[in-house]
């Protein structure tokens, strides 16, 4: 991982880079930083094509899903991804809940920023971050705190058996 961001970005940036991302080893960063396709074998790419990158990207860090005021205030099947901006681990997490939403159709997915808001955290006794809050018919049936896909995948089809996610 390292020798690929020093060959990617040069050795002086190549720490910094590595440990603000924390690197993933499922490659989920290299794609969407878009770094397979900037920095090929060559592994020649320079910080404004990066940047450049990150603009053409659909994502954003502060994302406003519809607003939860409260844990009471979920409706419906529901997964609510409390998430912190800090959180290196909810960070790698992001493009997998991203695919499970768009593969689990019938039920919502919503994301809480726990250091912008405290009070949503606080009142559905989350302490710690990534924690995945599961609502079947708007009652919480589960708390989930995991930085594995394959664990939260497992948690959901546990909780939703009648939901089929699309492959």
């Given at each position: 991982?390292y020798?690929?961001?020093?060959?990617?970005?040069?050795p002086?940036?190549?720490?910094?880079?590595?440990e603000?991302?924390?690197?993933?080893?499922?490659g989920?960063t290299r794609?969407?930083?878009?770094?397979?396709?900037?920095?090929p074998a060559?592994g020649?790419?320079s910080?404004?094509?990066?940047?450049?990158?990150?603009?053409?990207?659909?994502?954003?860090?502060?994302?406003?899903?519809?607003?939860?005021?409260?844990?009471?205030?979920?409706?419906?099947?529901?997964v609510?991804?409390?998430?912190?901006?800090?959180?290196?681990?909810?960070?790698?997490?992001?493009?997998?809940?991203k695919?499970?939403?768009?593969?689990?159709?019938?039920l919502?997915?919503?994301?809480?920023?726990?250091?912008?808001?405290r009070?949503?955290?606080a009142a559905?006794?989350?302490d710690?971050?990534?924690t995945f809050?599961l609502?079947?018919?708007?009652?919480?049936?589960?708390?989930?705190?995991?930085?594995?896909?394959?664990q939260?995948?497992?948690?959901?089809?546990?909780?939703?058996?009648l939901?089929?996610?699309?492959?």
């Amino acid at each position: 991982v390292y020798a690929v961001a020093s060959a990617a970005l040069g050795p002086d940036a190549a720490p910094a880079y590595t440990e603000a991302l924390g690197w993933p080893a499922d490659g989920e960063t290299r794609k969407r930083f878009g770094l397979d396709v900037l920095a090929p074998a060559s592994g020649v790419a320079s910080f404004f094509d990066i940047d450049e990158s990150l603009e053409a990207g659909d994502w954003e860090d502060d994302l406003a899903a519809d607003a939860l005021t409260s844990p009471n205030a979920v409706e419906g099947d529901a997964v609510v991804f409390v998430t912190a901006k800090f959180c290196n681990a909810c960070r790698r997490m992001d493009p997998h809940v991203k695919r499970m939403e768009r593969s689990w159709k019938g039920l919502r997915f919503y994301r809480v920023d726990s250091t912008s808001d405290r009070t949503f955290a606080a009142a559905a006794g989350v302490d710690s971050t990534p924690t995945f809050l599961l609502y079947r018919e708007g009652v919480r049936v589960a708390t989930v705190g995991t930085a594995s896909p394959t664990q939260l995948r497992s948690e959901i089809v546990d909780a939703f058996p009648l939901l089929v996610p699309k492959r």
